[in-house]
């Protein structure tokens, strides 16, 4: 299903961006597109997996950088969420497709019906969350998904290249080990509404995935550097439901 590379739509300001990437300075069409090359692989998965179209759901939508660009065939029905009341009201005053909710850091999708999802995709989400906060998102999750789930998270690749703790020999063999790494220091995007810890910079490996998910959702693959070889992409379908 290809997408609609859509740079035509309104540009986010440079806070609205700052507040997704934690970063200064990077040009909108950078921006855009990095968001259509990751809504490109989020798509591209679902392909193999059997997504055919349906209701679409962004955990994490910020200022819209994958949403935009959407397949017009699935805005219709597409829904946007985050913790980011600015960023969930830039979205609703400048996009002309899709509904947008604020949710709460321990909430839930308010507004989504259960098994009404048929694809779920989340962008660095997962890459900032603790364990237990993972593990209540991921029931959230299970609990509105009919469908599949493509969500990205830090992994072996990131680990090795962009933190300075794997280059210590016992630092890194801890990870190994339990398959979980914690910053324990709040990321600086979105520290004005998040609470303390809990938006930080955390690391699992493939192995705590499939031990730890699959309490909460049915683990179907994990890809290694699924998304440009940064985040891996870990794909999900809900659990039987029982009666």
């Not at 192995?207 to 699924?226: A, E, F, L, Q, T």
Request: contains cysteine; negative net charge.
């Amino acid at each position: 299903m290809p997408l609609e590379y859509n740079d035509y739509s309104p540009t986010p300001s440079g806070t609205n961006i700052r507040r997704v990437t934690g970063i200064d300075g990077i040009a909108p069409e950078s921006f855009f597109n990095a968001g259509y090359s990751d809504l490109t692989t989020v798509m591209n998965i679902a392909e193999v997996y059997g997504f055919v179209g349906g209701r679409v759901l962004d955990w994490g939508v910020g200022c819209a950088r994958l949403f935009r660009h959407l397949n017009p065939s699935l805005r219709t029905d597409a829904v946007g969420v985050d913790i980011d009341p600015i960023n969930i009201d830039w979205c609703a005053s400048n996009l002309l497709h899709g509904r947008f909710d604020t949710v709460k850091p321990y909430g839930a999708f308010d507004n989504t019906e259960d098994s009404s999802v048929d694809l779920l995709y989340s962008f660095s989400v997962m890459t900032h969350l603790g364990e237990s906060d993972q593990a209540h998102w991921l029931v959230e999750i299970n609990r509105v998904l009919r469908g599949l789930a493509v969500i990205s998270v830090h992994g072996l690749y990131h680990t090795a290249v962009c933190t300075d703790w794997a280059s210590i020999p016992d630092d890194m063999s801890e990870w190994l080990s339990y398959g979980f790494r914690d910053s324990q220091a709040n990321n600086v995007d979105i520290q004005d509404i998040a609470p303390d810890l809990y938006y930080k910079d955390v690391a699992q490996t493939p192995k705590y995935i499939r031990d730890v998910w699959s309490k909460y959702i049915d683990v179907v693959d994990i890809i290694p550097g699924g998304f440009g070889m940064l985040h891996d992409a870990v794909v999900c379908k809900p659990l039987p439901r029982t009666v």
